[in-house]
Structures are given as C-alpha cells and as structure tokens.
C-alpha cells in the first residue's frame, strides 16, 4: 500500500503538490469513499478522479519519463494561457503514458533548458526546496559590476520574499560578445528555484538583465545543438543520475566551453 498522493504523482497524473490539492478539493474517491490526505491505496484500486475510473497499471508505474526541452523566448510555462501566447507543451511529443509534468518553470523572457518528466514523485522531489538543486544560467547584464557588487551578490540581497544569494558568479567571454562596455555575460549558480530569483538579485543591486539563459538543471546539461523550441529524450542513465541527486549533490561541474551565440 502507498500514500494515495505519492500512488497518482508516480502514476504521471500530475505532481504531487496537484495530487494534494485534488484530495483537499474532494476529487478523489477510493473504492466509492471520497479519500483523505494520508490514505492509502494499491495500483490495483478502485481510484476515481471526479468520478472517472484512474488507469494505474503497475507497469506505468515502473516507466517514467524525461524530457529536455530548450525553451524559447515567448513561452510560457503553463498549459493553456489566459492571453493567449504559446506555451512550451505545443511543441511536446506526446509520452508513453501518463502526461507530462514540469520540473520548475521559466518566466517568458526566459529561454534554456527545461525539463519534463512522467514522474510526479520524483518531480516533486526534484523541486522542493529540501533538495537544493543547483540551476546554472549564462546571464547578460547592461553595463560592468564592480567587484563589490558581485561579492554583494555572492554573500546575499534582501529581496521582497526574503534573503537570497547567488552561490558562484564568474564572468563569462562570451562568443561574438561586443567589446564596447554596454553588456556583460556571466555564469551564475544557486540552488533555489524561486520565481524570477536571478532577474530579481541582479535588479537589487541596480543591474537589468538584457538577457538570461538556463543551462544546467541539477546534473543534466542543456546540450548545445538542442536548438530553441526542440526537444530530446533522455536515456535511462540520465534519469538515474537526476534522481540520485535528490539526496545527495554532485562535485562542482568543470569549466566550460563559451556558448555559442549567447
């Protein structure tokens, strides 16, 4: 028997946060009696969701999914939008089984890699906060920090919700990158995934960001000819290390190449 919220997320129906929601909301009834959070169930159940019979075929179980996707400026990260612009599942090839479910978002001015993955459990270990997931961007500031304000940056800003700081800064060449002093790329890294948190630090210390790219998630790198818009699945060797992570965080990763065209 499992936790009713963990049996459904793992089942790819939604994350487990959703799950929750769902039980709080009345939605789900096992074997006829609406359920209660801390239930439990078996994948061989009688499970209904707002009176539909849930298909939990052990099987799909055991199959889980990832999906990295290189998103493009313009979409957003939801699945329908109420103003009508793209989202990033338009362009999704269709799973197994279950349905995809984001592992964190990215704002609309956002592009680089986002990932997808069939597993609501392990996405919902993936992010949260207890994990402490390392995100890596390449971001272009308008002008050129003095060293104060990066070290600012590196021992922590007030923002509105609270303090947050940027684990490593290291300035980037970036390829094709002009010279005249108006822009200035650089890598950055920290572990949370709160909304617009790399806009927010550099905007805290006077800094606009022109441009902001995502390339890292926890150990899965966003491969550099994935262009903007594609998609890739990834192989069983990937999935393991991502869910490795989850209790424990990989060595620093070694310097890197200049992206190319950022």
Wanted: charged letters at 30%; aromatic letters at 4%.
């Amino acid at each position: 028997m499992i936790r009713l919220q963990k049996l459904l997320a793992a089942a790819g129906l939604g994350s487990r946060r959703s799950v929750e929601q769902w039980i709080r909301d009345g939605r789900v009834t096992v074997a006829g009696k609406v359920a209660q959070l801390g239930d439990r169930a078996a994948p061989g159940d009688e499970v209904c969701l707002d009176g539909r019979k849930l298909d939990l075929n052990p099987e799909q179980l055991t199959s889980r999914e990832l999906l990295l996707y290189h998103k493009p400026v313009g979409e957003v990260t939801t699945r329908s939008d109420p103003q009508g612009r793209p989202t990033v599942f338009e362009r999704l090839p269709q799973p197994k089984s279950g349905r995809w479910i984001t592992v964190g978002r990215l704002d609309v001015n956002t592009s680089g890699l986002l990932l997808f993955t069939t597993d609501g459990e392990l996405a919902h270990r993936l992010m949260h906060p207890s994990s402490e997931i390392e995100r890596e961007y390449l971001v272009r500031v308008r002008g050129r920090p003095q060293p104060g304000l990066i070290r600012q940056l590196l021992e922590g800003v007030q923002l509105d919700d609270g303090p947050a700081r940027f684990d490593r800064v290291s300035q980037e060449i970036a390829e094709g990158e002009p010279s005249d002093g108006l822009n200035t790329t650089f890598r950055v890294i920290l572990h949370e995934g709160r909304n617009r948190e790399v806009r927010r630090l550099w905007q805290a210390v006077g800094l606009e960001v022109s441009r902001l790219l995502r390339v890292r998630y926890g150990p899965i790198e966003l491969p550099r000819e994935l262009r903007p818009g594609t998609s890739r699945l990834a192989d069983a060797k990937s999935i393991e290390l991502l869910a490795g992570v989850v209790s424990r965080q990989p060595p620093p990763p070694p310097p890197r190449a200049p992206w190319p065209g950022f």
